[in-house]
């Protein structure tokens, strides 16, 4: 499987993911964006959010929040040249259709987030694409995710097209304690006949770096400027550019 010109299975793909360690400010992202790809990661990526349709109305402080954090479209446009200048893949996961009709033009795979792995509109949406899924598990269990490839697999068949789907470990608590990573699930995933992939929020490298053993073909790892760039959770768990590099 290719993902952007890039062969996972000749090696391991390295996914920075930025998120929201930008906070909302462009130019911060820019960097983001310049020093995963100096520390080695071969994709970065972000998340299209529309706050009103990822919370409810009556949650106004996290839609106030999540507006912090929002990436407009034409601001997509510009991060994605930035990516392509830096020769870095350009990625970013949706969590509404719209979004998923407007990254069509900018991504060569979809991520679909553990908060959405059962959010079956927005699946179908997205197969019917005909690009490659990257499938976050968290929150899951083996018969649930069995069944989302089911459904990833029966719309791929009505539109004559063979599924390129990755399946991704991972335990959705921020941070994940090292001994909570489940590793040992990789394992169990591959045997649904698909590639595996390990997406980590523990803090450190070494989870991660185990995870390749255990057959991962796909590495997404959050990514910081610093662990102590402000309150937001996400910072903590993320890599600074050194621990990236030596991953």
Same mark, same amino acid.
């Given at each position: ?17 930025? %998120? ?19 520390? %080695? ?30 990436? /407009? ?32 033009? &900018? ?38 995710? /069995? ?25 959705? /608590? ?8 489940? &590793?040992?699930?990789?394992?169990? &995933?591959?045997?649904? %006949? ?20 255990? %057959? ?9 400027? /610093? ?21």
């Amino acid at each position: 499987m290719k993902i952007g010109g890039f062969d996972i299975k000749k090696n391991v793909l390295l996914i920075a993911e930025i %998120g929201n360690n930008h906070e909302g400010n462009l130019d911060v992202a820019e960097e983001l964006i310049y020093r995963a790809a100096k520390s %080695g990661a071969n994709a970065v990526k972000f998340q299209s959010i529309d706050p009103y349709k990822l919370v409810s109305p009556k949650e106004t402080n996290r839609i106030k929040q999540l507006k912090k954090f929002q990436i /407009s479209y034409e601001n997509h446009f510009r991060l994605k040249k930035v990516a392509d200048k830096n020769k870095v893949i350009f990625l970013s996961t949706p969590f509404s259709i719209e979004a998923v009709e407007f990254l069509d033009s &900018l991504v060569p795979a979809y991520k679909i987030a553990s908060s959405d792995n059962n959010y079956f509109k927005l699946i179908e949406c997205i197969a019917k694409k005909k690009k490659p899924i990257l499938l976050s598990t968290g929150m899951t269990n083996m018969k649930e995710i /069995s069944f989302t490839v089911k459904k990833i697999k029966e719309v791929c068949k009505k539109i004559k097209k063979n599924p390129e789907l990755v399946l991704l470990q991972c335990v959705s /608590s921020y941070p994940t304690k090292e001994q909570f990573a489940n &590793l040992a699930t990789i394992k169990t &995933l591959s045997s649904l %006949g698909f590639i595996v992939g390990y997406s980590d929020h523990t803090i450190g490298i070494e989870a991660a770096v185990l995870s390749v053993g255990l %057959g991962a073909r796909v590495i997404e790892k959050h990514f910081t400027l /610093s662990k102590n760039y402000s309150e937001f959770r996400d910072h903590k768990l993320s890599a600074e550019p050194d621990e990236l590099k030596e991953l």
